[in-house]
């Protein structure tokens, strides 16, 4: 009896998002060892490398590039060394342009059995005809590139009209909207908005060598406002709040190559600033390098956007992270005029800071006693 092993998309991959195949390593054929890498699979957040479950040869591919995947799919099968091919079609992952020879395929009745699951929901999709669309994969294939190429030509600007380029979504992309706008449907969202004065920050910052950065205290003000109003670290259920014990805090983070990834800081209520800090530097530095791996960017009970960095004073509403309660967002740091007790008028080194909150969770009286709590903590800085 021939063993075959499973390469499975992992129980704990990503939660809350979508999966997509991204690039496969091998084809059929080809053979593997154990913990070998064999496939990439891309997320809105992070894309992770799938790794040989054992030694052999692949002997199929059960899920196209560009394919959508579930946790604890099979992805494709392992046979032992010496074992030709499945006979039936399997779906063949994209070669590199440069490797491979293109051809137009000959009859729309033989291409629909010849295409990828993935590919022939995009050619429905488009209305398109695939004996019209030049395969550029192995053996002259058609890919979703090559699908996506062709729609966006169909979609072209007629004659006359203002000319454009269309510039097909990542899978990155693609997840992060979906996620956006089921957070927008979601919940009720309502954005109150506070200053904070810096300088207490800035005086502690220059004591101590600049050795954090606004955002290590950021999130400690964080910490201290979720112990305060506990209902902000929650979770909404239709029969009940789920309060969480762990304040698990999520910063936004940019990437160089487009989208946004959210590392999350596990428990950062057990941290004092210089920790805060040091694992705030790793997360990000790996983050941008996409060295995550998906248990860092999970688990998360709040979000900090600090948009601030790239220039803006003010971002409303910022999406919720679902299933989250809130989210915080901190603006560009700026010398402004500030009235004092006496009635001066000083400059001080001024942001503002908006927290924005699902109205089934929280009423606004939380929402601006989680602010003053929080300003009152970057304020009274010692």
Same mark, same amino acid.
């Given at each position: 009896?021939?063993?075959?092993?499973?390469?499975?998309?992992?129980?704990?991959?990503?939660?809350?998002?979508?999966?997509?195949?991204?690039?496969?390593?091998?084809?059929?054929?080809?053979?593997?060892?154990?913990?070998?890498?064999?496939?990439?699979?891309?997320?809105?957040?992070?894309?992770?490398?799938?790794?040989?479950?054992?030694?052999?040869?692949?002997?199929?591919?059960?899920?196209?590039?560009?394919?959508?995947?579930?946790?604890?799919?099979?992805?494709?099968?392992?046979?032992?060394?010496?074992?030709?091919?499945?006979?039936?079609?399997?779906?063949?992952?994209?070669?590199?342009?440069?490797?491979?020879?293109?051809?137009?395929?000959?009859?729309?009745?033989?291409?629909?059995?010849?295409?990828?699951?993935?590919?022939?929901?995009?050619?429905?999709?488009?209305?398109?005809?695939?004996?019209?669309?030049?395969?550029?994969?192995?053996?002259?294939?058609?890919?979703?590139?090559?699908?996506?190429?062709?729609?966006?030509?169909?979609?072209? %600007?007629?004659? @006359? /009209?203002? =000319?454009? *380029?269309? $510039?097909?979504?990542?899978?990155?992309?693609? +997840?992060?909207?979906?996620?956006?706008?089921?957070?927008?449907?979601?919940?009720?969202?309502?954005?109150?908005?506070?200053?904070?004065?810096?300088?207490?920050?800035?005086?502690?910052?220059?004591?101590?060598?600049?050795?954090?950065?606004?955002?290590?205290?950021?999130?400690?003000?964080?910490?201290?406002?979720?112990?305060?109003?506990?209902?902000?670290?929650?979770?909404?259920?239709?029969?009940?709040?789920?309060?969480?014990?762990?304040?698990?805090?999520?910063?936004?983070?940019?990437?160089?190559?487009?989208?946004?990834?959210?590392?999350?800081?596990?428990?950062?209520?057990?941290?004092?600033?210089?920790?805060?800090?040091?694992?705030?530097?790793?997360?990000?530095?790996? %983050?941008?390098? @996409? /060295?995550? =791996?998906? *248990?860092? $960017?999970?688990?998360?009970?709040?979000?900090? +956007?600090?948009?601030?960095?790239?220039?803006?004073?003010?971002?409303?509403?910022?999406?919720?992270?679902?299933?989250?309660?809130?989210?915080?967002?901190?603006?560009?740091?700026?010398?402004?005029?500030?009235?004092?007790?006496?009635?001066?008028?000083?400059?001080?080194?001024?942001?503002?800071?908006?927290?924005?909150?699902?109205?089934?969770?929280?009423?606004?009286?939380?929402?601006?006693?989680?602010?003053?709590?929080?300003?009152?903590?970057?304020?009274?800085?010692?």
């Amino acid at each position: 009896m021939t063993t075959t092993t499973d390469i499975l998309l992992p129980a704990d991959q990503a939660e809350g998002t979508s999966n997509t195949v991204g690039k496969w390593f091998k084809a059929v054929g080809d053979a593997v060892r154990v913990n070998e890498p064999l496939l990439e699979i891309t997320t809105d957040k992070v894309t992770v490398e799938i790794a040989a479950p054992a030694d052999g040869v692949m002997l199929e591919i059960l899920k196209a590039e560009g394919e959508a995947v579930e946790q604890g799919e099979a992805l494709g099968r392992i046979g032992p060394l010496g074992q030709g091919a499945a006979t039936s079609p399997a779906p063949t992952p994209a070669a590199p342009v440069a490797e491979a020879t293109t051809r137009p395929v000959a009859a729309a009745s033989g291409a629909e059995t010849e295409l990828a699951p993935a590919v022939r929901r995009l050619v429905k999709e488009h209305g398109l005809d695939p004996s019209r669309i030049t395969g550029t994969g192995r053996g002259g294939r058609i890919t979703v590139e090559d699908v996506e190429k062709a729609a966006a030509s169909k979609g072209a %600007a007629p004659a @006359g /009209g203002p =000319s454009g *380029r269309m $510039v097909p979504h990542t899978a990155m992309r693609k +997840s992060i909207a979906a996620h956006m706008a089921q957070s927008m449907a979601t919940a009720p969202h309502v954005t109150t908005v506070f200053e904070a004065d810096l300088s207490a920050v800035i005086a502690h910052r220059n004591a101590t060598g600049k050795s954090a950065t606004f955002t290590a205290y950021f999130v400690q003000a964080t910490v201290a406002a979720l112990k305060a109003v506990p209902e902000v670290n929650s979770r909404w259920h239709d029969q009940a709040l789920e309060l969480f014990d762990d304040c698990n805090v999520g910063v936004g983070t940019a990437l160089e190559t487009g989208g946004l990834i959210v590392p999350v800081i596990q428990q950062a209520q057990n941290l004092d600033l210089a920790a805060t800090a040091a694992r705030l530097q790793d997360l990000t530095a790996r %983050a941008r390098s @996409g /060295g995550l =791996s998906p *248990r860092e $960017v999970q688990g998360g009970t709040f979000t900090i +956007s600090n948009h601030g960095v790239s220039g803006s004073l003010v971002a409303t509403p910022i999406i919720i992270n679902q299933p989250q309660s809130a989210i915080l967002g901190v603006g560009k740091l700026e010398q402004r005029p500030r009235v004092q007790a006496n009635g001066s008028i000083v400059a001080r080194p001024m942001v503002y800071v908006t927290l924005t909150i699902d109205h089934r969770v929280l009423d606004g009286f939380q929402a601006n006693a989680f602010l003053t709590r929080w300003v009152e903590t970057i304020e009274r800085w010692s």
